[in-house]
């Protein structure tokens, strides 16, 4: 099974992302953790990217679409994948189409994650990231066992330098611009499977599961 995970940012779509990788076995791939592990890195792509991410703004399409094209070629031929912050406009989701149509793969659902704006601001704000593995965590609804340190790899937390109001703002601004038109895009492919946000993390998942079994894709 192959997904995308479609939102504004905060809505929970790499909790998610996390949870389904796990559950069934399906590739997390997430062009935001890809690009700040190039960052991590120092290579010329990340250096570039930062430039981007700092402000909020998408990094230029040819670069994400290399990367995720890469990506999909790693996680072709295993269980399926997750696809998590791509595609977030419409060139990117044409480019895809031309990606699986080479590779002859399909998307089985693009889960539409809608989150009211108080949501979206309350968990980015309380939002704590992994530096090493990149795990999220939310200070208030997803705490880590221990103060500062992650649950799975025993790195540190850090709070996202996005993840402050004026990026956020301008995040979501950059998100609305584009989000209508993959929207009715999914949705006349009959991919698009709609989900409310604002439940809590396991709900949410419980919801999706029950989704996937009842109604197969085509
Ligand atoms: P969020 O969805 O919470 O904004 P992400 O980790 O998905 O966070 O993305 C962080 C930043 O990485 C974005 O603001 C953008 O600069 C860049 N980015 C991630 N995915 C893409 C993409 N598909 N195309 C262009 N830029 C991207
Ligand atoms: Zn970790």
Redesign the pocket.
Known sequence: MNLILLGP??AG??TQAKLLSEGLGLWHI????I??EELKAGSDLGCL?KT??DK????P?SL?IKLIEKKILEAKGKNGFIL?????NLA?AKSLDSIFKIYNLSIDWVIYFEASQKTIVQR?SGRRVCKVCFANFHLNNMPPKKENICDYCGGELYQRP?DNEETIKN?LR?YLKSASLLIDYYEKQKKLFKVNADFNAEKVYQILLKTFEEKKPN
């Open positions: 940012p905060g779509k790499g997430s062009t935001g953790d690009l700040r990217a981007f991410i909020g703004e998408l990094v399409d994400v998590d912050g791509f595609p977030r990117q980015l996005d995040r950059v």
